[in-house]
């Protein structure tokens, strides 16, 4: 399986490993003055400059196809006689004045950020498995409670726009978010969601995609052009806080899976979601270094915090537990 990254061009060189392949070609981008329109547009600047200076000598072959030969040459030979218009008196200026302005930016907001997993069929045998699955009924449940109580759903993007630049958000925000990028919750979350008027957010590693119990790229794109929202998850699911992986190999990952997204769906991917919840000091220096806005942990809160906007928390919502016990977790 070979993923093309279109543009990418790590800030680290080496190659892009992947689960189950060799490495990646990383190709250049390609020169701004490559582009044959903006030679082409250059080129027909350049000949209008040349040629107006000298009116009576137009060159309209350097124009033909931009404008119509005969217009040109009329419009030359037969000068326009401009009217004599009255200059009417200045207006006064008007006095200086005190306008109060729009606060730049909310040190903190609260916000319900739920944390899914699987949403489908919890295995019997894998224990961990289980307590990452919540059920489509389950699920469904859950979401009809929070829109009957009057939440409505944000994306992490209108999150950032709200601490960064004080733009306004509904009374009760809530954010469904989604780790890893597993099947079911494309094939059941997503049009739960939808049934109640809800968004959700969806934290993918390209690497995995395709995989056993994985969506497919075209799962993904398909929710993103639905309106879901899509983020970084890294490329490979690494435990950032580990030792064993340099600070090149993480900025890979880091990079190679924002540039691979952000070609996939045409939009900036701005947003990072620790694989395992796991980050240290150098974890957060890295994902600020690779161009993300805010990153997300499995740690439990709702405020979210400028000043901690790479350590943001979140509300787990584990397998088994219910409606009964989320509502005794969030205080509802």
């Given at each position: 399986m070979q993923l093309d990254l279109f543009d990418y061009k790590p800030q680290t060189p080496g190659p892009l490993l992947l689960k189950g392949t060799n490495f990646l070609l990383l190709p250049q981008k390609k020169p701004f003055f490559e582009s044959r329109e903006i030679l082409a547009a250059s080129f027909l600047v350049a000949a209008?400059?040349?040629?107006?200076?000298?009116?009576?000598?137009?060159?309209q072959q350097a124009i033909a196809g931009a404008f119509d030969a005969s217009t040109v040459s009329a419009e030359i030979e037969t000068p326009a006689v401009l009217?004599?218009?009255?200059?009417?008196a200045p207006t006064p200026a008007p006095l200086p004045h005190k306008s109060v302005a729009k606060p730049l930016r909310v040190e903190r907001i609260n916000v319900l950020i739920l944390m899914y997993h699987h949403v489908g069929e919890p295995p019997t045998s894998n224990a961990l498995d289980r307590s990452l699955t919540v059920s489509a009924s389950d699920f469904e449940e859950q979401v009809a409670f929070f829109k009957q109580r009057g939440y409505q759903s944000v994306a992490l993007a209108q999150v950032y726009a709200a601490l960064s630049a004080g733009s306004d958000l509904p009374d009760k925000p809530i954010v469904f978010t989604f780790d890893d990028g597993y099947k079911d919750v494309f094939v059941n979350a997503v049009p739960i969601l939808q049934k109640y008027g809800f968004a959700g957010t969806f934290a993918v590693a390209p690497a995995?995609?395709?995989?056993?119990?994985?969506a497919t790229w075209g799962e993904v794109y398909s929710a993103y052009r639905q309106g879901m929202e899509i983020v970084s998850h890294s490329m490979n699911h690494v435990d950032f806080a580990s030792s064993g992986y340099s600070d090149e190999f993480l900025m890979i990952e880091l990079e190679g899976s924002k540039l691979f997204l952000e070609s996939r769906i045409n939009a900036p991917v701005n947003?990072?979601?620790?694989?395992?919840?796991?980050?240290n000091a150098r974890a957060i220096e890295l994902v600020k270094k690779a161009g993300y806005k805010m990153a997300f942990?499995?740690?439990l809160g709702t405020e979210m915090n400028l000043n901690k906007a790479f350590r943001l928390p979140r509300v787990r919502v584990h397998g088994q537990d219910g409606l009964a016990k989320l509502r005794k977790v969030l205080g509802l």
């Open positions: 209008l400059f040349i040629n107006l200076n000298k009116p009576d000598k137009i060159n009217p004599i218009i009255q200059t009417p995995l995609l395709e995989g056993k119990g994985y947003f990072f979601v620790y694989p395992y919840g796991r980050y942990t499995t740690e």
